[in-house]
């Protein structure tokens, strides 16, 4: 087994409008990308679970001409709100770097 960080070339979250968050897996090369897609190790279902969402909710798809996959969840709050800790999204991500990769 593989962390998720080790594997993939960058890890991020940021806004996708004042409402979702957006979360990008990059991959350097077609080997990783297809290790971690064929796997089944990140899916719609592994994100609704690390972010305690249905699977319903999250928006997700593999992008193979770009080595990506891309995931988008509602934002726990507003953006803006005075409970929204993180306005611009950029530490979401964080629970997606320690996914084990068979």
Sequence with gaps: MTALAS???L???K???PFELTFDIMFEDEARYLRVKNSGAVSREVVARLYGLTPEKVK???CDNAYAIKASIPRPY????ARDSDSHGG???A???DIEVP
């Design 7 to 9: 594997l993939a070339r």
């Design 11 to 13: 890890i991020r979250s």
């Design 15 to 17: 806004n996708a409008g």
């Design 60 to 62: 997700f798809f593999y």
């Design 78 to 81: 507003v953006q803006g709100d």
């Design 91 to 93: 530490q979401q991500y």
């Design 95 to 97: 629970p997606l770097m």
